[in-house]
């Protein structure tokens, strides 16, 4: 079983930049990968997701502010958050997509302070 960790959340003031790292414990060179964002009260939600061969797409909420990537070789994707706004407070988690289904992290808080 590839167990994710996400890392890089933590405080961050309005207009701000975070990156987010999500690390697997093996190899996910072919999987689809995905961040959703939940706040407490609230369904999570897509924010990002990238397939096994780079294609990339975006909730409307933040194209144009965030950027999906990965690193095969380092097991790795990241999420880099840029011009970050109050609502975009929430934990993200990363998603690796296993067929109808898939895993998840634990998640990471991001605050952005007004």
């Known amino acids: 079983q590839v167990q994710l960790v996400e890392s890089g959340g933590g405080l961050v003031q309005a207009g701000g930049s975070l990156r987010l790292s999500c690390a697997a414990s093996g190899s996910i060179s072919i999987n689809a990968m995905d961040w959703y964002r939940q706040v407490p009260g609230k369904q999570r939600e897509f924010v990002a997701g990238?397939?096994?061969?780079?294609?990339?797409n975006y909730a409307d909420f933040v194209k144009d502010r965030f950027t999906i990537s990965r690193d095969n070789a380092k097991n790795t994707v990241y999420l880099q958050m840029n011009s970050l706004k109050p609502e975009d407070t929430a934990v993200y988690y990363c998603k690796r997509n296993v067929g109808l289904s898939g895993s998840w992290g634990r998640g990471t808080q991001v605050t952005v302070s007004s």
């Open positions: 990238i397939s096994s061969s780079g294609s990339t």
